[in-house]
């Protein structure tokens, strides 16, 4: 499978913005790829979903963040604005029968 790398993470007050960044280590051309998450306490979440030009999204995150592909740079994005202190968690992109990644922080607080 696809080894992929995240990357962008940080800490931001919130209502604040980051882009996190997924590189792949090769095409990702007809991979559905999916950015999870996992605060603690809790189970890992699917957050966005891209397959196809088609892209789904967590109620909770639904015109606030935004998943898109640069095909060109086997890469995948997380666009994530007004951030809330609940959007605190360590960030995962994953395809299908992949292994999971180190992942990448994302605090939001004051």
């Keep these: 499978q696809v080894q992929l790398v995240e990357s962008g993470g940080g800490l931001v007050q919130p209502g604040g913005s980051l882009r996190l960044s997924c590189a792949a280590s090769r095409s990702i051309i007809g991979i559905a790829m999916g950015w999870y998450r996992q605060a603690p306490g809790k189970e890992r979440e699917l957050v966005a979903l891209i397959f196809n030009g088609n892209t789904n999204y967590a109620d909770s995150v639904k015109g606030r963040f935004t998943i898109s592909r640069d095909n060109a740079k086997n890469t995948v994005y997380l666009q994530m604005n007004s951030l809330k ?13 992949g292994d999971w990644g180190q992942g990448t922080q994302v605090t939001v607080s004051s």
């Excluded at 202190?85 to 029968?97: I, K, L, M, Q, S």
């Design 85 to 97: 202190p609940e959007d605190t968690a360590v960030y995962y992109c994953h395809a299908p029968g």
